[in-house]
């Protein structure tokens, strides 16, 4: 018989994660993955788009990522290309599996 916390990775993974359901393939690092893209919670946290002092916007991502697709545990600060983009890692979160990484970038 399966724990809850096994049942529940499962069901992230099958469910969460399903091209059909929530995950986009994007371009990690050089590597087609599934991931789930969430600006919503970005723009309720209120990181998304913020004017700094100069007037130079921060475009920052939110996106969650099963920890099988990364080569590495990511850390902050470290630069991840995001379909052809790079950018540094402002936040991680860890649970379930995955990874909830905040990328942080400049627009002009």
Do not use: C, W
């Not at 788009?49 to 990522?65: R, Y």
């Amino acid at each position: 018989m399966r724990s809850f916390k096994d049942q529940l990775e499962k069901d992230f993974d099958s469910t969460f994660f399903n091209m059909n359901e929530f995950a986009e393939l994007h371009n990690i690092d050089g590597k087609e993955v599934p991931v789930v893209v969430d600006n919503d919670t970005l723009l309720a946290l209120n990181l998304g788009k913020n004017a700094d002092s100069d007037g130079i916007f921060e475009d920052a991502k939110l996106f969650f990522i099963l920890k099988k697709y990364l080569d590495s545990e990511p850390v902050i600060g470290q630069i991840i290309d995001f379909d052809g983009e790079s950018y540094p890692i402002g936040n991680i979160l860890e649970d379930f599996g995955g990874y909830t990484i905040i990328l942080r970038g400049n627009e002009s």
